[in-house]
């Protein structure tokens, strides 16, 4: 949108799939090379650097099968830290299903369907619940299966799902603890979907050799392009707790009813994407309301609206969150929030049900966005009625606006020019009795932004904070997250 076009007239977009290095044209990488040298840093260094931060949007590995064949463990195994859930009870707190991995150098984000079987929907209903909702997001799956027991009738009802999506499979053969159980494993080539990879997710045998195998089916970006096609409609996921009004606003954009609308939180089950004119442009709309249809247990309530929402968020450019404006804000909104972050994605806060405020509630509602959602203040913000249709025309332009920040690049001499004068204003706090300083950047990427610092010592997160914060007011970014790494001088290579 702006500041795409780089000195030597090739686009910064374009650069980012051409070049190793990011957003980076060759004469600025060149150049910013040369700078690198002088500076003392390990030129191999600063290319990797440039290019681990310059990467577009991670591919998406979903980890699907029935309960209790190891989902979840597989899933610390794959991320290296104990970090899903493994206990697969009702009422067990699940605050994130998404993490982001690493295996032989690339990287890849890892959607967790482990654990949730709900009496109310029948064990085969909510496996195929939280298959379809992972595999919608995803651009390879692993299947999990238990080796020891064979395949269920459950597990074939999976296979037929993952044939009709058409994604790539790497079948896992879990629970394979010896070469006695890889008799066992061999059973599974009867499920059609190729060789069964025989593995412990408990111990981690046999997990590099299945990873190998992620690797060889995930596309090294996802196959999404983001509205990339000439004239592609962009693509918007309006997301937020069941029950604010979200298939309501959907059907208040579209001007007629496209989603049922009930007031049971839930009724929403597939995901409904919709093209709809607005504001002289056409829109992909992802409903991502609700849960299921007929859920009334709220038990795992919850983890189905996390997995719906990182689904539409993964395809999404930028995430409407709708906040119940009549409501104190939650820790489930808040959640939501930083899920649209994490995932990198341009973001706009819409407050709804604003018509039916008194004085009162708005006074309150100022200070609790200023308290609980103060990291996102540089979201833009529209006080709508789903209901009514208020300053529902204010949408558009916030969305165009958060696109912008989005796509937003600085060029290298102007940031470094920027940066030059912010050390030498407000210099890094001596610590140790010495003072790191920021030599040089540049942004490596954009959809969002990615900026890599190269410093002479190491960053305190408050002061990278503080970067950012200037970041912001220099040059805009409204409505993106900024991702900021810094890579530190090694002593070896320092000059005199």
């Not at 040369?34 to 290019?51: M, N, Q, R, S």
């Not at 053969?173 to 060789?195: H, I, Q, T």
């Not at 995930?218 to 979200?246: C, D, H, M, S, Y």
């Not at 597939?270 to 002289?280: A, K, N, Q, S």
């Amino acid at each position: 949108m702006n500041d795409h076009i780089q000195p030597d007239g090739s686009d910064a977009y374009e650069g980012a799939h051409e070049h190793d290095h990011g957003a980076l044209g060759d004469a600025e990488f060149a150049e910013f090379l040369e700078l690198a040298a002088e500076e003392g840093f390990d030129l191999e260094d600063v290319e990797g650097a440039i290019e681990a931060a310059g990467h577009g949007p991670l591919p998406v590995l979903a980890v699907v099968g029935r309960p209790n064949v190891g989902k979840s463990t597989l899933v610390n195994r794959i991320i290296g830290r104990r970090e899903a859930v493994v206990e697969d009870k009702p009422g067990v707190t699940r605050d994130r299903v998404t993490y982001e991995a690493e295996w032989a150098g690339r990287r890849f984000k890892v959607v967790d369907t482990g654990g949730w079987e709900q009496d109310v929907l029948g064990i085969d209903a909510s496996v195929a619940a939280q298959a379809e909702y992972a595999i919608e997001a995803a651009d390879a799956v692993v299947f999990v299966v238990d080796a020891k027991v064979g395949a269920t009738d459950t597990d074939e009802a999976v296979v037929r799902l993952l044939r009709k999506a058409g994604k790539p499979v790497v079948l896992c053969a879990n629970k394979v603890d010896g070469p006695s159980g890889e008799a066992d494993a061999a059973y599974l080539w009867s499920l059609g979907l190729g060789e069964p990879y025989p593995v412990s997710a408990l111990h981690g045998r046999g997990t590099g050799d299945m990873l190998d195998q992620v690797l060889e089916v995930l596309p090294e970006a996802p196959a999404q392009t983001f509205g990339g096609a000439v004239g592609g409609p962009r693509r918007v996921a309006l997301i937020g707790r069941p029950n604010v009004g979200k298939s309501s606003l959907l059907n208040k954009v579209a001007g007629e009813e496209r989603v049922v609308v009930n007031e049971l939180a839930g009724t929403t089950r597939d995901p409904v994407d919709e093209m709809i004119e607005l504001g002289g442009k056409t829109w992909k709309f992802v409903d991502t309301a609700g849960i299921r249809k007929r859920v009334h247990l709220q038990q795992g309530a919850d983890y189905y609206a996390s997995l719906r929402t990182a689904a539409a968020v993964e395809k999404a450019e930028v995430a409407v969150v709708l906040i119940d404006a009549a409501d104190s804000i939650s820790v489930q909104d808040q959640r939501i929030v930083t899920m649209a972050v994490e995932a990198g994605r341009a973001l706009v806060l819409a407050y709804n049900k604003w018509d039916t405020l008194d004085e009162e509630r708005r006074y309150y509602l100022e200070r609790e966005i200023e308290t609980e959602l103060g990291q996102v203040a540089w979201a833009p913000r529209v006080n709508v009625s789903a209901r009514t249709g208020r300053h529902m025309e204010k949408l558009v332009p916030a969305i165009e606006t958060a696109l912008e920040g989005w796509e937003t690049r600085v060029p290298t001499g102007r940031l470094n020019a920027f940066l030059g004068e912010l050390v030498a204003a407000h210099p890094h706090p001596v610590r140790g009795g010495k003072q790191p300083r920021i030599l040089f950047g540049t942004q490596a990427g954009t959809r969002p932004p990615r900026f890599v610092l190269f410093a002479s010592g190491f960053i305190e997160a408050g002061y990278r904070r503080f970067i950012e914060r200037r970041l912001r007011e220099e040059f805009g970014f409204e409505g993106t997250p900024i991702h900021i790494s810094v890579r530190v001088r090694e002593k070896r290579g320092k000059k005199k």
